[in-house]
Every structure is written in C-alpha cells, then in structure tokens.
C-alpha cells in the first residue's frame, strides 16, 4: 500500500510533458517555504492499492504523449520507496515514463533501487550552505549532495530545482557556491553531465492558509516575493555555470 496526499491530473511544472502527479504522504524535511505543508506529518493521506494508481495512470496514458507520464512527488516519496518499485515497473511495463521528485535526503537499499528504475530524478536542492540548509529545512544537505553525486556517477539524468527565497537562499555567495559544485569548470566543461535541466523557482507563499488550517506558524510570513531585479539577477548568475537553466 501506498499513502497519498492527493492526485494532480496534466500536470505540466513537475517534469517534461504532461503528467499525472502522485503527492505521496510524509517528509522528514520541514522547510519553512513548504507549499504543502499538510503533506509533511507520516500520519495522514489515504492508504491506497497501486495497482489503482496503475489503472489510473493507463487512464490517462493517451494525454501524456511522447514526453509525459507520471511522477511521483510529496511529501517525500523517497520515504515510500520500497512500496513504489513494484508499481515503478509495472508503469514501465506500459511504456509510461516515471519521474522521482525528492529533496534526496533519504538513503537506504530501496532508495537506490528506485533511483535506478526512474527515467529521471527531479533534484530540490534547498540551500548549498549546510547552516542555512538546517536553519531552513531542519536537516542538514549532505545526503543530498552525496544523492547528486550518486545519480552522476550512475548516469542517471536529472533536473537540479533551486527556490529563490529573498534573504533565506538568494545571495550571491550561495548561489555561486552552488553553480561551482554543479556547474561547469574553467574550462567550460559541466562538472555534472547527468544534470539536463536547471529550474530556479520563484519564492511564493500560495500555501499559506494551510499553515493557519492547520494551526502552525508560517515563520515567513513577513518575506517578500522576489523582485524582477532578484530573478534576473540570480538567472544570470546561474546563465555563467549552466546552459540549461531556466526561470520558471
């Protein structure tokens, strides 16, 4: 059985082509900005067969075209792997295309396996400084980077995703730590080949009233969204590492 939040049908931001999105229950990050809050506790979301979500993906197989599909995001979904693989080969079974959307925080055997079996991993690095990554998320980012590493050294392609938060992870000595860890040398060449796209992701509060449902405090209440100054500053900065960032 797998636990879920809930269902996006045509999703079109988390991964290529239209999908079917799977918000599976439960992550043990706690970030400040989190649009989905209500995803975060383990207790909670519906028990649910996968073969119900097979038959629902089928449903919608002929929307997805030749670059859709669905993906798997949360919550966490890498905190459900081993229940997620069997239904991971089952889509591939019936040609449909799966994406892992994760923080990568999570690592044992059947996090490995399903990395493996994913057509592509959607990376959220949430901070590259670990003070601020822990200030931010409760957890410190090693073991994502290390899964980043994991993926390159696998030849397992994936999207590195960035949220630009004014004051939390928008200066200029973060983001150029970050684009010198993934990007390319001075040579030009990409430190990281298997990293096909690089999405920075405008802050935005759209899931605060689910923190006043449920009874916590939005601790970012009083963060400002992004000026056009801020994004097209931070995209320039990325443009000098990458050629495959894009501000979404």
Request: glycine share 8%.
């Amino acid at each position: 059985m797998l636990n879920v939040h809930s269902y996006e049908s045509m999703g079109t931001y988390d991964g290529p082509g239209l999908r079917l999105v799977v918000f599976l229950q439960g992550c043990p990050f706690k970030c400040l900005y989190c649009a989905n809050p209500d995803t975060i506790p383990f207790e909670g979301g519906t028990p649910t067969e996968p073969d119900d979500i097979l038959k629902m993906a089928l449903n919608q197989k002929p929307f997805f075209g030749k670059k859709g599909g669905v993906t798997f995001s949360g919550g966490e979904p890498t905190a459900q792997a081993e229940a997620l693989i069997p239904l991971v080969r089952k889509l591939h079974e019936n040609g449909i295309n799966v994406c892992i959307d994760t923080n990568g925080g999570i690592w044992n055997s059947h996090v490995e396996e399903l990395f493996s079996l994913a057509d592509l991993v959607l990376l959220d690095v949430k901070q590259f400084n670990p003070i601020r990554h822990k200030a931010l998320t409760g957890h410190e980012n090693t073991r994502t980077l290390a899964t980043a590493a994991w993926l390159e050294e696998h030849g397992k392609p994936f999207w590195l995703r960035y949220v630009l938060v004014p004051g939390i992870s928008d200066s200029e000595e973060d983001m150029l730590a970050l684009c010198r860890h993934f990007g390319k040398d001075s040579t030009g060449r990409p430190r990281y080949q298997m990293i096909k796209r690089v999405e920075i992701l405008p802050y935005h509060t759209l899931g605060i009233n689910k923190y006043e449902t449920l009874g916590w405090e939005y601790k970012l209440r009083d963060t400002p969204l992004n000026t056009k100054e801020q994004l097209d500053r931070a995209k320039k900065i990325f443009d000098e590492y990458f050629d495959c960032a894009v501000l979404n």
